[in-house]
């Protein structure tokens, strides 16, 4: 067939929302590229029958091609090369959701200390798998690119790898898993790979000798460090999440040089938000605690050539070296204006509870808001992403924060600070407009200029020692 064809590569799909009319979105990697009505005409138009060469297509059109083309978004074709009928253009009534946190179970094998959804006890419930097969049907209708698992423990399910093999099948992509890495295995492992996926593994690991502490079972620590190594060995990006308090930042260093041995991608470390099970414990960490630890980590870490991304708290987060200079900028969390969304996160990527309630983000859970928030069991995903109570939150800008906070609209932090965080300010001040009352001395007390030259200068502490047992003997 003479004539110019050309079609959508595999990965991308053709859709839309009340808000974004048209954008081509990658399944696998989470990319995302919005569209205008002539780059929805030639994107449409890629379906392996449309001619270019027809008098349908002016220049512009063309250039706007081979501009899809050379950035790998479209290949050229012989004419009648359809593409998938999943790829066609698709357009969902509600606003845009680039991705959903779903808590796919509310059990767990831990009994963790922390546990903000207090997944032991199995309070939010689970999903039988004939609702999570309707919940990606949702997920489907509601054009949501891609999805990251969490629990409770989501390797608890024994229909994973079916609930794996479901969204592969619907093109949702897979971004992160969220675990205790205990019980990941290798079969599980391939059954990911067997459907394309390659997710960020985000571990939890409460360090060397103090894991069981804050886990609340004996022996999990071993199992836990046994299940990087199985993503490791895979070549899964893995990042290790560490909560920090009195008892657990005792071993921070040995843990450091354990996980640096072990070639992880990042680190982060914070203590636990006092909600769930943390109300009321009495381990937690100051102010000038975390400055203290995360000092000496920094110190180690820049000695060490930053062997991998480090995310200390609220003082930054810092990319590996082989990264390279233009990556310093993810530590700096601005610039943020009066008209930006209050969190990005929240405004596009909410949280599902295993009883089905729909959250701004996780942290939420743990708040008087819980109550007020949809419920997608009773309603369905669209509906809910709707829902006028959880849109005060999800469409909260600054300039709705500055409006209670006169003082902020004449600090000079502003712009990297934007009152700090609402879910932070809604446990400690009971207000969700107030300013984050931490956020204030993290910047007027000089503590991020300090991590960020630190970072510039290169600083380190040669020959710094820990009397902690090695957890990998």
Same mark, same amino acid.
């Given at each position: 067939?003479?004539?110019?064809?050309?079609?959508l590569k595999e990965e991308w799909l053709l859709r839309g929302w009340s808000d974004v009319p048209w954008a081509l979105v990658n399944w696998r990697n989470g990319d995302f590229r919005e569209l205008n009505r002539d780059?929805?005409?030639?994107?449409?138009?890629?379906?392996?029958?449309?001619?270019?060469?027809?008098?349908?297509?002016? %220049?512009?059109?063309?250039?706007?091609?081979?501009?899809?083309?050379?950035?790998?978004?479209?290949?050229? &074709?012989?004419?009648?090369?359809?593409? +998938?009928?999943?790829?066609?253009?698709?357009?969902? %009534?509600?606003?845009?959701?680039?991705?959903?946190?779903?808590?796919?179970?509310?059990? /767990?094998?831990?009994?963790?200390?922390?546990?903000?959804?207090?997944?032991? $006890?199995?309070?939010?419930?689970?999903?039988?798998?004939?609702?999570?097969?309707?919940?990606?049907?949702?997920?489907?209708?509601?054009?949501?690119?891609?999805?990251?698992?969490?629990?409770?423990?989501?390797?608890?399910?024994?229909?994973?790898?079916?609930?794996?093999?479901?969204? $592969?099948?619907?093109?949702?992509?897979?971004?992160?898993?969220?675990?205790?890495?205990?019980?990941?295995?290798?079969?599980?492992?391939?059954?990911?790979?067997?459907?394309?996926?390659?997710?960020?593994?985000?571990?939890?690991?409460?360090?060397?000798?103090?894991?069981?502490?804050?886990?609340?079972?004996?022996?999990?620590?071993?199992?836990?460090?046994?299940?990087?190594?199985?993503?490791?060995?895979?070549?899964?990006?893995?990042?290790?999440?560490?909560?920090?308090?009195?008892?657990?930042?005792?071993?921070?260093?040995?843990?450091?040089?354990?996980?640096?041995?072990?070639?992880?991608?990042?680190?982060?470390?914070? #203590?636990?938000?006092?909600?769930?099970?943390?109300?009321?414990?009495?381990?937690?960490?100051?102010?000038?605690?975390?400055?203290?630890?995360s000092t000496l980590l920094m110190q180690r870490w820049l000695a060490d050539n930053r062997p991998f991304d480090l995310k200390l708290w609220r003082f930054g987060l810092f990319p590996r070296q082989d990264k390279g200079?233009?990556? +310093?900028?993810?530590?700096? #969390?601005?610039?943020?204006? #009066?008209?930006?969304?209050?969190?990005?996160?929240?405004?596009?990527?909410?949280?599902?509870?295993?009883?089905?309630?729909?959250? #701004?983000?996780?942290?939420?859970?743990?708040?008087?808001?819980?109550?007020?928030?949809?419920?997608?069991?009773?309603?369905?995903? $669209?509906?809910?992403?709707?829902?006028?109570?959880?849109?005060?939150? &999800?469409?909260?800008?600054?300039?709705?924060?500055?409006?209670?906070?006169?003082? /902020?609209?004449?600090?000079?932090?502003?712009?990297?600070?934007?009152?700090?965080?609402?879910?932070?300010?809604?446990?400690?001040?009971?207000?969700?407009?107030?300013?984050? %009352?931490?956020?204030?001395?993290?910047?007027?007390?000089?503590?991020?200029?300090?991590?960020?030259?630190?970072?510039?200068?290169?600083?380190?502490?040669?020959?710094?020692?820990?009397? $902690?047992?090695?957890?990998?003997?």
């Amino acid at each position: 067939m003479n004539g110019r064809f050309a079609r959508l590569k595999e990965e991308w799909l053709l859709r839309g929302w009340s808000d974004v009319p048209w954008a081509l979105v990658n399944w696998r990697n989470g990319d995302f590229r919005e569209l205008n009505r002539d780059g929805y005409y030639v994107a449409q138009s890629c379906d392996g029958q449309t001619d270019f060469d027809s008098l349908a297509f002016l %220049p512009r059109h063309r250039e706007i091609l081979n501009k899809l083309i050379t950035a790998g978004l479209v290949e050229a &074709c012989a004419g009648g090369e359809k593409s +998938e009928a999943v790829q066609d253009y698709r357009r969902a %009534p509600n606003p845009v959701i680039r991705g959903l946190l779903w808590s796919i179970t509310g059990r /767990c094998n831990l009994k963790c200390r922390h546990c903000f959804m207090e997944a032991p $006890s199995g309070r939010f419930g689970d999903f039988t798998l004939e609702q999570i097969k309707g919940m990606i049907r949702q997920l489907e209708e509601a054009n949501v690119q891609e999805v990251a698992l969490t629990g409770g423990e989501p390797f608890m399910r024994r229909d994973l790898p079916e609930i794996i093999r479901i969204l $592969s099948r619907k093109k949702i992509g897979l971004a992160e898993v969220f675990s205790n890495g205990m019980l990941i295995t290798d079969e599980i492992l391939e059954t990911i790979m067997q459907y394309g996926y390659r997710p960020f593994f985000k571990i939890s690991f409460d360090g060397c000798n103090t894991h069981d502490y804050m886990r609340g079972v004996s022996g999990s620590e071993a199992k836990t460090i046994e299940g990087i190594k199985r993503l490791k060995v895979r070549e899964f990006p893995v990042t290790i999440i560490t909560s920090v308090d009195q008892i657990t930042r005792r071993n921070l260093l040995e843990t450091y040089d354990m996980l640096r041995d072990l070639a992880v991608d990042g680190w982060w470390l914070a #203590p636990p938000v006092e909600i769930g099970h943390w109300r009321g414990q009495q381990s937690g960490v100051s102010l000038e605690d975390m400055v203290e630890t995360s000092t000496l980590l920094m110190q180690r870490w820049l000695a060490d050539n930053r062997p991998f991304d480090l995310k200390l708290w609220r003082f930054g987060l810092f990319p590996r070296q082989d990264k390279g200079a233009g990556d +310093e900028s993810r530590s700096v #969390p601005g610039p943020i204006t #009066p008209d930006s969304w209050n969190c990005g996160g929240t405004h596009s990527r909410p949280y599902l509870l295993p009883d089905g309630t729909l959250l #701004p983000c996780g942290g939420y859970t743990g708040t008087g808001l819980l109550e007020k928030m949809p419920n997608v069991l009773r309603s369905s995903l $669209s509906k809910a992403w709707s829902d006028p109570e959880l849109r005060s939150i &999800c469409d909260l800008k600054k300039k709705d924060v500055l409006a209670q906070n006169e003082g /902020c609209t004449q600090c000079g932090f502003f712009g990297e600070c934007g009152a700090g965080c609402r879910v932070v300010a809604l446990t400690e001040t009971g207000d969700l407009l107030a300013k984050e %009352p931490i956020a204030c001395k993290l910047f007027h007390g000089g503590y991020i200029r300090r991590f960020r030259e630190m970072v510039e200068a290169g600083s380190y502490a040669p020959g710094m020692k820990t009397d $902690s047992q090695d957890c990998r003997e």
